[in-house]
């Protein structure tokens, strides 16, 4: 997946395409421009992103990552699993 307002080249050799299964679909929300505008608006304080939380996992604990999402907590809440990380869960 291809997502942002940024100029530029994607390139995947036809093979690659036909024997990985690979789909590129875009998705233009916001120009660069749009982009800048809104980490000045963040920065100062205009749009307050507080209401999001995150939830980190080590790949050794991606089950409980698993079943954290699966319990369907509500809210904005980005959950990622770190690959080679062996901390616990924040």
Do not use: C, K
Not at 28 to 43: A, C, H, R
Not at 50 to 57: A, D, G, I, N, V
Not at 58 to 64: H, Q
């Amino acid at each position: 997946m291809a997502a942002g307002g940024v100029d530029g080249q994607i390139s995947q050799s036809y093979w690659d395409i036909l024997t990985r299964d690979v789909a590129v679909v875009g998705s233009q929300w916001f120009t660069s421009t749009e982009i800048d505008e809104l980490i000045t608006l963040i920065g100062a304080g205009v749009i307050d992103l507080s209401f999001l939380e995150h939830r980190s996992y080590p790949l050794d604990e991606v089950n409980d990552a698993f079943t954290f999402v699966d319990d369907r907590p509500g809210g904005f809440i980005n959950v990622v699993v770190h690959p080679g990380d062996t901390a616990t869960a924040i």
